[in-house]
């Protein structure tokens, strides 16, 4: 066990001393055998909790349960890695080596949590934004002011009632134009144009041409 004469946080001059431990024969122990294969593993599993996180929480292509317990099962494999690691870092210093393996793990682990939540949020938003886009693709091959099949026909059909087709029906309790019944089953012909015509009470002047009935076919009263 060698004696550390920087600070864990001190990256570039503890890499040195690493290194010079190392290739000192003088000095027991090779302890970049053990920070090279440790960190290796370490960045290995952390790749694999990163992409089992990100196809869980933002491609939802698994549950987040299944999620969690592949994470559960890499953890080891981790904590492993991150240990080896900090054996050679602190140069085989046994109680540093566990404290800074515990230190860098709980980093870890609350960097994949929020990581995760960030990663639901996102996936989230793009779900409700694929979501608007396909109704609003949906809508747009509507008839104008959202009018289905079925009111399109009601407004046809009310236009060409409007519009010649037909007489509209009258209204609840309007009354319409009453028409005086013909006074004989047999209609009379107007002395100036000509035109058949039925008299009616009142009736002065010719429908067609409005020339002046002879007394004789006005009728009584």
């Not at 409700?128 to 046809?156: Q, V």
């Not at 309007?174 to 009736?203: Q, R, Y």
Request: include cysteine; proline fraction near 10%.
């Amino acid at each position: 066990m060698g004696e550390t004469q920087t600070k864990v946080y001190q990256v570039r001059a503890r890499a040195r001393e690493v290194a010079d431990h190392h290739f000192d024969a003088a000095k027991p122990g090779k302890p970049l055998r053990w920070l090279i294969p440790g960190g290796l593993l370490a960045l290995a599993a952390l790749a694999v909790a990163v992409t089992i996180a990100y196809q869980t929480w933002y491609g939802h292509k698994q549950k987040p349960q299944d999620g969690i317990v592949q994470l559960l099962l890499v953890l080891p494999f981790y904590v492993a890695g991150v240990f080896i690691w900090s054996y050679g870092y602190e140069l085989y210093d046994l109680p540093k080596a566990v404290k800074l393996t515990a230190i860098i793990v709980v980093v870890t682990v609350l960097a994949v949590v929020i990581l995760a939540a960030l990663l639901s949020l996102a996936g989230g938003s793009k779900g409700r934004s694929r979501s608007s886009s396909s109704k609003s693709s949906s809508g747009s091959g509507s008839p104008p002011g959202g009018s289905s099949s079925g009111s399109g026909l009601n407004l046809d059909l009310g236009l060409r009632s409007a519009h010649g087709a037909g007489p509209a029906p009258a209204a609840a309790g309007s009354v319409g134009p009453i028409l005086p019944p013909p006074l004989a089953s047999t209609a009379l012909a107007c002395p100036s144009c000509g035109k058949a015509f039925f008299i009616a009470p009142g009736m002065a002047f010719c429908p067609s041409c409005g020339a002046p009935l002879p007394p004789g076919l006005l009728p009584p009263g």
